[in-house]
């Protein structure tokens, strides 16, 4: 069993900073890529982040220059760091990973987290 736990949501004033962790536990093999989504009310599920296992980023162009995403290999943790956040940035966030476990063959699985909301208040 792979478990993504997610944590670091919360209400902040536009322009303020929050930062999302999402850590990894259970029978892991390998991670591959990981990354962040998010799911606004009436809207559809959208990328913010990803980062692959050697570091490659890529990011929404909504947040580019705003968040940053990085990922602890030791710890299997990804971070969302979220500046100048903005009203529209107001959605559940939920962290993704590829991840690569013995079940009992060697065999890829998409993970997800249970959602954090974030809700930034003009």
């Known amino acids: 069993q792979v478990q993504l736990v997610e944590s670091g949501g919360g209400l902040v004033q536009a322009g303020g900073s929050l930062r999302l962790s999402c850590a990894a536990s259970g029978s892991i093999f390998s991670i591959n890529a990981m990354g962040w989504y998010r799911q606004a009310p009436g809207k559809q599920r959208e990328l913010v982040a990803a980062?692959?296992?050697?570091?490659?980023?890529n990011y929404a162009d909504s947040v580019k220059g705003r968040f940053t995403i990085s990922r602890d290999n030791a710890k299997n943790t990804v971070y969302l760091q979220m500046n100048s956040l903005k009203p529209e940035d107001t959605a559940v966030y939920y962290c993704?990973?590829?991840?690569?476990?013995?079940?009992?063959?060697?065999?890829?699985?998409?993970?997800w987290g249970q959602g954090t909301q974030v809700t930034v208040s003009s």
């Open positions: 993704n990973a590829v991840i690569a476990t013995m079940t009992p063959f060697l065999e890829e699985f998409d993970y």
């Open positions: 980062v692959t296992s050697v570091g490659s980023t």
